[in-house]
């Protein structure tokens, strides 16, 4: 009875062979040792912008009883305008913010309507390695077929590797294309390595979308974390790509309040209205306070866009001086980290220690996992294995690398600092 019970009521097809989660299995790990500094998780470890969270307190103690009801489906009016103002002054495009403006709960579930939206049975979907690991379980969930191509670094002369040294193949990229390709899908900057694509990089993606009519879907989530000289080029924004362009973004990067899981999508209102129907049917509406809290502060930042007080312009600098502290520690710990132009992550070499550690006792099948393992079982220090990034048939590209993120507290960061220092010693010590 149990077996037929089982078999009846298993996993259905579409979703096997996505059961593990780097992310489910590595918040485990931390609960379960605890380390001294995680720097796996994607998230702030100190508070978001007082006006952010005020604006919450004020919504949570108005008078008006309707801020607490079910607010419209494809997003709550303040915000969807909010969101079309802002975006139609960044790309010269006006937005109209009922038919091009989607709000959706999280940036995942955006990813989520764009692709099961638009993605049938037997299409083909590019994703670009590394990606971040959701893409490629809803691309299947849609019953369509993943095409994998990896950014691969090129040697430079300036020693320390960066995220633009991480390059197509353009001839790779070029046969990836033909009539069954659907969507390609991008995230500029890159999770977990950073990198923030160059114009004719983006204007290489745009002409063979545009010559196999393809669509594209622009994960930005962290369009406003970029390094300068570095700058971000939406690729919406080329021409002849906003017809055939979702851009993705992220209340949570961009207000630094990932919990409260509010995401947008905006793009022609042809191509929404399959995000439209999805989202109806499945979350159809948002949580209305924290829609209208996030409103509140897009429009305060409206009025200082250009302004060194903006909380967008501020971000990018207050995290550079941490990404500079990660890295002179990695340096000092013999490990080679990519430099990152944008984002919040460190993607780092971590060979140069292979013969350094016992992994015996780890039991995955790719170092990086048995690494990041030790390391917060041992030292009590957490990443994230970059193999967690790739298809199978490319991990072999990233068994070598391991990713922190660095919008921690100095604090913490120098914790982190003196973790690594002090097993140096402790290494010389021995010899």
Known sequence: MASSLNQKFGLPKRYQGSEKSVWVEYIQLALDYKPICNLGQGFPDYPPPKYVTDALAEVASSKNCLLHQYTRGFGHPRLVNAIAKLYSKIIERNLNPNTEVLTTAGAYEALYSTIVGHVDDGDEVIIVEPFYDCYEAMVKTSGGVCRFIPLRPKKNDRGLSTSADWVFDPEELKNMFNEKTKLFILNNPNNPLGKVYKKEELEMIADLCKKWNVLCVSDEVYEWIV???????????????????????????????????????????????????VHQNCVYTGTTPIQEAVAISFEKELTRLNSEECFFNYLPKELEAKRDIMIKALIEADMKPVIPEGGYFMVTDWSPLASKVDLKNEKDKYPDYRFTKWMTKTLGLQGIPVTAFYSEQHKYLAENFVRYCFIKKDDNIRKAADILRKWKASLKSHL
Not at 229 to 253: D, F, Q, V, Y
Not at 254 to 274: D, E, Q
């Open 227 to 277: 390094y300068k000289p570095n700058k971000h080029i939406r690729i919406a924004t080329l021409p002849g790509m906003w017809e055939r362009t979702i851009t993705i973004g992220s209340a949570g990067k961009t207000f630094s309040v990932t919990g409260w899981k509010l995401g947008w999508a905006y793009g022609p209102a042809n191509l929404m209205v399959n995000l439209h129907m």
